[in-house]
């Protein structure tokens, strides 16, 4: 005998299995987008309440933990001018940073055009040994024979110190980035370059050095950034506190009680963070995202 007909609906021969199936798949995919909406919007929040905290805690009177609506006043500002370390600690972290920043924006050139040009035994060993143990061996694990070297060398309390030790700790890792750039350029254009007679400076500076700006912009803005947050060399180097940068000087910003003073906190962490948006916005209207040389490929 032969099995009845499976149940259909009307004209179009549709199941209502077919139906109640299709109606399943309609709702995960609806709860699937409401999720991954939600999920977005709950990481969204998650940074962004903090950045409005930053933009409305400096103008309020009575600075709180929670983002609200400011009283507005600008008495933060003035508290915070009538500190004498505050804006010197600014100027501190310039130099810091800006020393820092050129110092392996230089040495990390020389070395990665070096690197790239010349070949080496075991040159990329040497060059993935170097990245391996600055990531594993950081600044902080080789705090004591840093202190140690920087005591017999009569940099304790001295920003050339601090300066040092840091371009060290940042010169592996931006001399593998630059690599990659160094490798880019074309060697003809060297060559031509050689055979009117330049010397290899000259080939450096008005060859290589165009051709790889993007690059250098870009560890100039990573080592400036990594030297203007950072906290524990110059807090362990530097003795004297018109020689401390922002990020030691912030750590002083308590009440007699011990408890943290928002007021000069938050104010002082907006104009902290102005400079560094500043160069990240300047360098991004200038080179974009773009991390290739100027050669069009």
Known sequence: ??????????????????????GLDGARRLLGTVGFYTFCSLVLAFFTV?????ASAPFDDTPSITASLPSFTLDNFETLLDNRYALRSLGNSTILAAGTGALVVVCSALA??????????????????????????????????????????????????VILVLSGGLLPSAVFILKDFMDGTPRSYEESAQVFGASPLQVMRHVVVP??????????????????????????????????????????????????????ISTFSLLYSVPVVLMFLLVSSRYGFRFHGGIKR
């Not at 005998?1 to 299709?22: F, Y």
């Not at 990594?226 to 922002?246: D, H, M, T, Y």
């Open 1 to 22: 005998m032969n099995a009845p007909p499976a149940e259909t609906s009307g004209e179009t021969g549709e199941r209502p299995g077919d139906r109640h199936a299709a």
């Open 112 to 161: 990665a055009y070096a690197l790239s040009r010349v070949r080496l035994p075991g040159r990329d060993a040497l060059l993935y040994s170097l990245l391996l143990l600055s990531s594993i061996v950081t600044g902080t694990a080789a705090m004591v024979p840093l202190f140690n070297l920087a005591y017999e060398l009569d940099l304790i309390d001295s920003q050339l110190g």
């Open 50 to 54: 903090p950045l409005l905290w930053l």
């Open 211 to 264: 051709l790889v700006r993007p690059g250098l912009a870009t560890i100039a803005v990573w080592s400036v950034a990594q030297v203007w947050g950072n906290f524990l060399i110059p807090f362990l180097l530097l003795r004297s506190p018109e020689k401390s940068p922002a990020a030691v000087v912030m750590y002083t910003f308590y009440t007699e009680g011990g408890q943290p003073d928002l007021a000069l």
